[in-house]
C-alpha cells in the first residue's frame, strides 16, 4: 500500500494481559521502525527491522516484548503481560531503503493506542 | 549527550498571521534534521527534512525551514498560517551514531485564533 498501516487503532487490555500490535509497510520498503510514544511529547525507539532481520533493538525492553517481521505477513509488536505503564501510542515506521542516519525518509503509520487498565 | 530543544510548549497566532516555531539541537556533527507534524488523533507527518545542500528547505504546506549552523537551529517557519496548521509540531533529529534513532524534541502545540 501507500501508507503504513497500523492495526488495531485502539486496543484496551487489564494489567497482565497480552496485546499484539500489528504493521504493514509501504510496499516496497524494507525498513520497519517501532517507537513508543508514552506521554505525548516523548517518543522512544523500540526497534527496527531490515526485511525479516532485527536491524538494530537496541531500544527494546529485555522483558515482556517483542517483535517480528515475517515474509507475506503484517510486522508485530506483543508486549506479555502487560502493565499500566506500557499505556501509550505505539508508532510503526517504513522506509525504503535504511535508517534516518543514513539519509532516509523515515513514514509513520497513525499509530496503535495502547490502553491497559 | 544528543538532543533536541523546542523551547515553546505552546504557542498561538491568528489565522493568517505569519509562524516561526523554534528548534535547537545539540550534536557533535550536523545531523539530519526533520519536521513532523501530529495533529489530534492521527500519526506523524513528514513536513520536510535537511541532510545537505540548500539550507533553506522547503516542505509541503507551504513550511519551511532554515538550518543554521552557527545557531544549531532548524527553525520551521510559514508566512500565513491556516486554521487547519493547528497540531503539534515535532522537531527531529537523526544521528549518525545509531542506526535507527529518530531522537525527537518535545512538541509545540499550535493554535490558531480566529
Known amino acids: 500500500g501507500e501508507e503504513v498501516a497500523q492495526t488495531p487503532k485502539h486496543l484496551v487490555r487489564g494489567e497482565g494481559q497480552k496485546a499484539k500490535l500489528y504493521c504493514a509497510p509501504i510496499k516496497g520498503h524494507s525498513y520497519v521502525f517501532w517507537y513508543q510514544q508514552v506521554l505525548k511529547n516523548e517518543f522512544k525507539f523500540l526497534i527496527s527491522f531490515q526485511n525479516e532481520n532485527v536491524f538494530d533493538e537496541t531500544g527494546m525492553p529485555k522483558e515482556r516484548f517483542s517483535a517480528k517481521c515475517l515474509p507475506n505477513s503484517p510486522c508485530s509488536l506483543e508486549i506479555q503481560a502487560t502493565k499500566l505503564e506500557d499505556s501509550a501510542v505505539y508508532f510503526c515506521?517504513?522506509?525504503?531503503?535504511?535508517?534516518?542516519?543514513?539519509?532516509?525518509?523515515?513514514?509513520f503509520g497513525e499509530g496503535s493506542w495502547l490502553t491497559v487498565v | 549527550a544528543q538532543s533536541v530543544t523546542q523551547p515553546d510548549i505552546h504557542i498561538t497566532v491568528s489565522e493568517g498571521a505569519s509562524l516561526e516555531l523554534r528548534c535547537n539541537y545539540s550534536?557533535?556533527?550536523?545531523?539530519?534534521l526533520f519536521w513532523y507534524v501530529q495533529s489530534p488523533g492521527q500519526g506523524l507527518q513528514l513536513l520536510l527534512k535537511?541532510?545537505?545542500?540548500?539550507?533553506l528547505v522547503q516542505g509541503i504546506k507551504g513550511f519551511e525551514a532554515e538550518f543554521k549552523r552557527s545557531q544549531s537551529s532548524f527553525n520551521l517557519r510559514k508566512p500565513s498560517v491556516h486554521w487547519s496548521d493547528a497540531a503539534e509540531y515535532f522537531c527531529a533529529v537523526a544521528p549518525y551514531s545509531s542506526a535507527s534513532k529518530i531522537i525527537f524534541g518535545s512538541g509545540t502545540r499550535l493554535s490558531i485564533r480566529p
Open positions: 535537511y541532510f545537505s545542500g540548500d539550507t
Open positions: 515506521a517504513s522506509s525504503p531503503r535504511g535508517a534516518a542516519a543514513d539519509g532516509n525518509t523515515i513514514y
Open positions: 550534536y557533535g556533527a550536523t545531523p539530519y
